[in-house]
């Protein structure tokens, strides 16, 4: 079975955004969780991750152990075990570049022109860490360029299901006053974070001028993506991992 998938126009290169939709897992997992570091059935995993590979026909399917960072690797040819980073970058025809989400902001990244594909896993602390600009950057030590760039955010939480704290927005004030814009007060003086709007300014102030969201919440569409917000609002412990996929032809 080939599981569904989303694609955007802004990337020419073969991709996918996977869902929770067209795999083998059960319960709360249920049923295309990529997570290989998940409490799932490894065989149920790594059928999951099978099905993917083989709707887009990839030779590799090369994901990362994430960890919240700014860390790019730059990779010619599949690691023999996850690389610790939160972006990846390749020229090399047949090799697909993949990003966990659970929430957290996956962005594809391709320059068609230079040949070179990215991916990287933004979350807040990620995306306020600087992990989009060290993708772009990653890319431009790999020979593409900025202007010639498009990056396309998956589906991650948005903003009316993203309800934070003050000393989360203390994080990000500290930084730069003029981030209060991504930040809205619920009826309750409750302040809610945009992260896909936070994200598509980073790429901007990148100098991607061909940016876009999915416009996809994995909180909020239960049946369509895993949400680890989501289980831990309902009290269950554990979660499923979508899949967000860029290939060079």
């Avoid at 795999?23 to 969780?33: A, D, P, T």
């Avoid at 970058?89 to 697909?96: D, F, N, P, R």
């Avoid at 030590?141 to 396309?152: H, K």
Wanted: hydrophobic share 35%.
């Amino acid at each position: 079975m080939t599981p569904p998938f989303k694609t955007h126009s802004s990337l020419t290169s073969s991709h996918g955004f996977f869902g929770r939709q067209g795999g083998v897992s059960q319960g709360i997992y249920e049923s295309l969780n990529a997570g290989e570091r998940s409490e799932d059935s490894p065989m149920d995993v790594a059928e999951n991750r099978k099905r993917i590979s083989d709707a887009l026909q990839a030779d590799h399917l090369v994901s990362l152990h994430q960890i919240h960072s700014d860390q790019v690797e730059i990779i010619s040819e599949p690691p023999s075990s996850p690389l610790k980073a939160d972006g990846l970058v390749t020229t090399t025809k047949g090799i697909a570049l993949s990003v966990l989400s659970a929430d957290c902001g996956p962005v594809l990244f391709e320059d068609a022109e230079a040949g070179v594909i990215g991916a990287c896993h933004a979350g807040w602390r990620g995306a306020l860490g600087g992990i989009v600009e060290s993708t772009v950057a990653a890319m431009c030590e790999a020979g593409a360029s900025p202007a010639n760039m498009s990056a396309v955010l998956g589906a991650c939480i948005s903003q009316p299901n993203y309800e934070v704290g003050d000393a989360f927005k203390s994080e990000f004030m500290d930084i730069d006053e003029t981030f209060e814009r991504f930040f809205k007060d619920s009826a309750k003086d409750i302040p809610h974070f945009d992260l896909p709007g936070f994200i598509l300014s980073r790429l901007r102030a990148s100098g991607i001028e061909s940016c876009a969201w999915l416009g996809d919440c994995t909180y909020g569409q239960a049946e369509d993506y895993f949400s680890y917000r989501r289980n831990t609002h309902e009290g269950v412990k554990g979660y499923g991992r979508n899949l967000s996929v860029i290939i060079r032809r």
